[in-house]
């Protein structure tokens, strides 16, 4: 007898509301793809333990001073761009602090590559950035894409963290040192991996940055302490931070923030009773720059 064709990806199986899909009305198509983005969400809430192992790790890699590197291709690679972008202006991280790796590079990137994800030489060449102290995140949907596994697998062996997240049970990028399975349902067009299961990924890296930059001390109740004050709106977003925790008027959160070069934790502490910016970060310093503690210190001398 011929031997059995593997069973398919649950990524690639066929969504339960799928059959006549095409066949029905406008709202109801909506409203079969929006159940399925939910239910994708949901998926993530098992990888809870694991998204905490995996932002401990991150935030460790950028104490030690290594980077973070994201490896991914195709939709999971614009999840990974995305959220790797966003860390630098949200918690202050320097952008030479984080690295992207994409199977096809970033030339012409609205340009689809699909054959880029499975070249594992140039994987090979792009891994040569990555360093021993260094938290490498990884993911796919199949959990097996050629470009993100072989950057695993070399980022392993030069001796750095790696985190792979993957859509489907036993597959490579589960073995990575945290493996995130994130067991999203079949897509409702088939394949269409950007669905649910691009979803699950966004929550997913969403969840552990942010956890990581909390961790970091660059959050407090739920502020941005260690925001980038690069333009007009995030000037004013840097204004009312140093408002709301210390309780000053505008006016007086500005004159700190200009003393401050616009760094609002070091404006935090002025406007709370450092004498001056050396002194802020003295405070900052001596508490590993978590904002918190730095203000008990000042407050109890």
């Given at each position: 007898?011929?031997?059995?064709?593997p069973?398919?990806?649950?990524?690639?199986q066929?969504?339960?509301?799928?059959?006549?899909l095409?066949?029905?009305?406008d709202?109801?198509i909506?409203s079969?793809l929006?159940?399925?983005?939910?239910?994708?969400?949901?998926a993530?809430?098992p990888?809870?333990p694991?998204?905490?192992k995996?932002?401990?790790a991150?935030?460790r890699?950028?104490?030690?001073?290594?980077?973070l590197?994201?490896?991914?291709?195709?939709?999971s690679?614009?999840?990974?761009?995305?959220?790797?972008?966003?860390?630098?202006?949200?918690?202050?991280?320097?952008v030479?602090?984080?690295?992207?790796?994409?199977?096809?590079g970033?030339?012409?990137?609205?340009t689809p590559?699909?054959?880029?994800?499975?070249?594992?030489?140039?994987?090979?060449r792009?891994a040569?950035a990555?360093d021993?102290?260094d938290?490498v995140?990884?993911?796919?949907?199949s959990?097996n894409?050629?470009?993100?596994?072989t950057?695993m697998?070399i980022?392993?062996?030069r001796?750095?963290?790696?985190i792979?997240?993957?859509?489907?049970p036993?597959?490579r990028?589960l073995e990575?040192d945290i493996?995130?399975?994130?067991?999203?349902?079949?897509?409702v067009v088939?394949?269409?991996t950007?669905?649910?299961?691009g979803?699950?990924?966004?929550v997913?890296?969403?969840?552990?940055?942010?956890?990581m930059?909390i961790?970091?001390?660059?959050?407090?109740?739920g502020?941005?302490v260690?925001?980038?004050?690069?333009?007009?709106?995030?000037?004013?977003r840097a204004?009312?931070i140093?408002?709301e925790?210390?309780g000053?008027?505008?006016?007086a959160a500005r004159?700190?923030?200009?003393a401050?070069?616009?760094h609002?934790?070091?404006?935090?502490?002025?406007?709370s009773g450092?004498?001056?910016l050396a002194?802020?970060?003295?405070?900052?310093?001596?508490?590993?720059?978590n904002l918190?503690?730095?203000?008990?210190?000042l407050n109890?001398g």
């Amino acid at each position: 007898m011929p031997d059995a064709a593997p069973p398919r990806p649950r990524t690639e199986q066929m969504h339960p509301q799928a059959r006549g899909l095409d066949t029905r009305e406008d709202a109801r198509i909506l409203s079969i793809l929006l159940d399925a983005q939910l239910e994708a969400v949901q998926a993530v809430r098992p990888a809870l333990p694991a998204l905490e192992k995996g932002a401990d790790a991150m935030a460790r890699a950028l104490g030690r001073g290594g980077h973070l590197v994201y490896g991914a291709a195709g939709s999971s690679g614009l999840q990974a761009l995305a959220d790797g972008l966003e860390i630098p202006p949200t918690f202050g991280i320097p952008v030479d602090r984080i690295r992207i790796l994409r199977a096809g590079g970033f030339t012409n990137i609205t340009t689809p590559k699909e054959g880029a994800e499975d070249d594992a030489e140039a994987a090979a060449r792009d891994a040569e950035a990555i360093d021993p102290e260094d938290c490498v995140i990884c993911l796919a949907a199949s959990g097996n894409t050629i470009y993100a596994v072989t950057i695993m697998q070399i980022a392993r062996a030069r001796g750095a963290t790696t985190i792979g997240i993957a859509n489907n049970p036993g597959t490579r990028l589960l073995e990575a040192d945290i493996p995130i399975l994130l067991p999203t349902p079949p897509e409702v067009v088939a394949g269409s991996t950007r669905l649910g299961a691009g979803t699950a990924q966004k929550v997913a890296l969403n969840l552990m940055s942010t956890l990581m930059g909390i961790r970091l001390g660059h959050v407090m109740d739920g502020l941005m302490v260690n925001v980038v004050a690069g333009n007009i709106k995030l000037r004013g977003r840097a204004e009312g931070i140093v408002c709301e925790i210390t309780g000053c008027q505008p006016a007086a959160a500005r004159e700190a923030l200009e003393a401050a070069g616009w760094h609002v934790k070091e404006a935090v502490l002025i406007r709370s009773g450092a004498k001056d910016l050396a002194q802020a970060r003295q405070y900052l310093e001596a508490a590993d720059q978590n904002l918190r503690s730095a203000l008990a210190a000042l407050n109890t001398g």
